[in-house]
C-alpha cells in the first residue's frame, strides 16, 4: 500500500519473504540465505520466540537489523546489549507486562492476584503459548 498510495516516492522497497515455522532452523536457515545472498538490509520477523532466537543472536555479527513483533521472553530484554543488540521487539513483550504489573499491584495496595489463562490455548502460533506467556 505503501507503494500503491506513493506514500515514499522516492523509495524503493523490495520485500521477500519466508515461513520460519516457528522453528528455530527453518527461520536461521532461511536468515542464511537471505544474508549469502545479499538479500536484506533489514528483517522484519519472525515472531515465534523460538525462531526469533538464533537469528537475533546472529545479527549482531552481520550488522543487521532485526525487528519483532514477538520475542516476548524476558531474556530478549534482560540480554539486549550482550546478545540482542541488533534486535527491536515492537510489541507487547514479558518485561513490560511485568513492569505493568508492579505499578499496577503497588498503586492499588494489591497483594495477592490469580492467573488464569488457557495452557493449550493459541497452539496455531506456538506449542503451549499461552502456558510460556503465563
Known amino acids: 500500500q505503501v507503494v500503491e ?3 515514499l516516492p522516492d523509495l524503493h522497497i523490495i520485500s521477500d519473504y519466508d515461513d520460519s515455522n516457528c522453528s528455530i532452523s527453518d527461520g536461521m536457515n532461511a536468515a542464511i540465505e537471505f544474508y549469502a545472498k545479499k538479500k536484506v538490509d533489514v528483517f522484519v520477523g519472525p515472531v ?5 532466537a538464533p537469528i537475533a543472536r546472529q545479527t549482531r555479527y552481520w550488522k543487521i537489523p532485526l ?3 514477538g520475542a516476548m521472553a524476558s531474556d530478549y530484554g534482560l540480554h539486549k546489549v550482550s546478545m540482542f543488540p541488533m534486535l527491536t ?3 507487547y513483550n514479558m518485561n513490560s507486562f511485568v ?5 499496577l499491584l503497588n ?3 494489591w497483594r495477592r492476584f490469580k492467573t488464569l489463562y488457557e495452557p493449550h490455548g ?3 502460533i506456538m506449542d503451549r503459548f499461552c502456558h510460556i506467556g503465563t
Open 5 to 7: 498510495l506513493q506514500l
Open 48 to 52: 515465534c520466540d523460538y525462531a526469533v
Open 67 to 69: 525487528l519483532s513483533p
Open 89 to 91: 521487539r515492537m510489541g
Open 99 to 103: 513492569d505493568f504489573l508492579v505499578q
Open 107 to 109: 498503586k492499588f495496595g
Open 122 to 124: 493459541m497452539n496455531n
